[in-house]
């Protein structure tokens, strides 16, 4: 109904889907690409630390399970603790697009991460390497703690995108910064993708709600019960969402106001 007039635009690419999926803590590789299919996402992340980079390597016979004809390889440096290490990681990605057949590709998700008890981004980190890589001619996705002013410091850098976390990474928690995700939303010139945190279909349709462009989510569908059913449910709660963004909520009101009022009745006795 949307999609032939509502693409999610990312630097020079434009999307159908504005649900991600990530590629870990999936059970089976069966698991992870009928979830894929079955989520109609457009953009995949995988963590490049996590993957050698060879494709006749049986260890990631998974991505080559994939049809990347219609899929959009969207590499993460996850696992960076350095802006140095999410640098190394980035070019790593797009030496893996190139041999899936997306030389044109240097999209990178920017994670560098520092604290490994909470897994919470490190903003000056990721700004040092966001500069680098920008520089460098990558199309920068950062992902950050729900910061409104970093969020306008890395979009006058050149990011293509900014993806505030709801919560900490793979915790359920939901949208626990949400007046923050609004300043961000309200404020930004680019894509806002709420990334981290997301539990269920009613999260990702409440941020889609709120006006953002997307949603980056894993742990919801890898690790329930029936990750294929959750990742459908997924993609209807971010297309609802989005409806409901664009069809613009009722006015809240303080008294009840009755559906059928008593004055047109009349009229039409």
Same mark, same amino acid.
């Given at each position: 109904?949307?999609?032939?007039?509502?693409?999610?635009?990312?630097? &020079?690419?434009?999307?159908?889907?504005?649900?991600?999926?990530?590629?870990?803590?999936?059970?089976?590789?069966?698991?992870?690409?009928?979830?894929?299919?079955?989520?109609?996402?457009?953009?995949?992340?995988?963590? =490049?630390?996590?993957?050698?980079?060879?494709?006749?390597?049986?260890?990631?016979?998974?991505?080559?399970?994939?049809?990347?004809?219609?899929?959009?390889?969207?590499?993460?440096?996850?696992?960076?603790?350095?802006?140095?290490?999410?640098?190394?990681?980035?070019?790593?990605?797009?030496?893996?697009?190139?041999?899936?057949?997306?030389?044109?590709?240097?999209?990178?998700?920017?994670?560098?991460?520092?604290?490994?008890?909470?897994?919470?981004?490190?903003?000056?980190?990721?700004?040092?390497?966001?500069?680098?890589? =920008?520089?460098?001619?990558?199309?920068?996705?950062?992902?950050?703690?729900?910061?409104?002013?970093?969020?306008?410091?890395?979009?006058?850098?050149?990011?293509?995108?900014?993806?505030?976390?709801?919560?900490?990474?793979?915790?359920?928690?939901?949208?626990?910064?949400?007046?923050?995700?609004?300043?961000?939303?309200?404020?930004? &010139?680019?894509?806002?993708?709420?990334?981290?945190?997301?539990?269920?279909?009613?999260?990702?349709?409440?941020?889609?709600?709120?006006?953002?462009?997307?949603?980056?989510?894993?742990?919801?569908?890898?690790?329930?019960?029936?990750?294929?059913?959750?990742?459908?449910?997924?993609?209807?709660?971010?297309?609802?969402?989005?409806?409901?963004?664009?069809?613009?909520?009722?006015?809240?009101?303080?008294?009840?106001?009755?559906?059928?009022?008593?004055?047109?009745?009349?009229?039409? =006795?």
């Amino acid at each position: 109904m949307i999609n032939n007039f509502d693409k999610l635009k990312i630097a &020079n690419k434009s999307f159908t889907s504005r649900l991600m999926l990530g590629t870990g803590k999936y059970k089976t590789i069966d698991n992870a690409v009928n979830s894929i299919i079955t989520s109609e996402c457009e953009i995949v992340t995988v963590a =490049i630390r996590r993957l050698p980079t060879n494709l006749n390597n049986d260890n990631i016979s998974f991505l080559s399970s994939l049809n990347w004809k219609n899929l959009w390889l969207l590499p993460n440096t996850a696992g960076s603790q350095t802006a140095e290490e999410a640098i190394r990681m980035a070019f790593l990605g797009h030496e893996l697009a190139c041999q899936l057949g997306q030389e044109d590709n240097f999209f990178v998700k920017l994670e560098v991460i520092s604290d490994p008890k909470y897994l919470l981004p490190d903003p000056i980190g990721t700004l040092k390497a966001a500069e680098f890589l =920008i520089k460098k001619g990558f199309t920068v996705l950062p992902y950050i703690n729900a910061d409104p002013m970093l969020a306008l410091h890395l979009e006058d850098l050149g990011c293509a995108t900014v993806m505030p976390l709801g919560s900490p990474i793979g915790s359920g928690q939901g949208l626990n910064n949400l007046a923050n995700i609004k300043i961000i939303i309200e404020n930004a &010139n680019i894509p806002v993708i709420v990334d981290a945190g997301i539990g269920t279909p009613s999260e990702a349709a409440m941020a889609m709600e709120l006006g953002a462009d997307g949603v980056l989510l894993n742990t919801a569908v890898a690790q329930s019960k029936n990750p294929e059913k959750m990742a459908y449910a997924m993609n209807l709660g971010v297309k609802a969402g989005r409806l409901a963004y664009l069809a613009g909520r009722m006015e809240k009101k303080q008294y009840a106001t009755a559906s059928s009022p008593v004055t047109q009745i009349s009229k039409i =006795i």
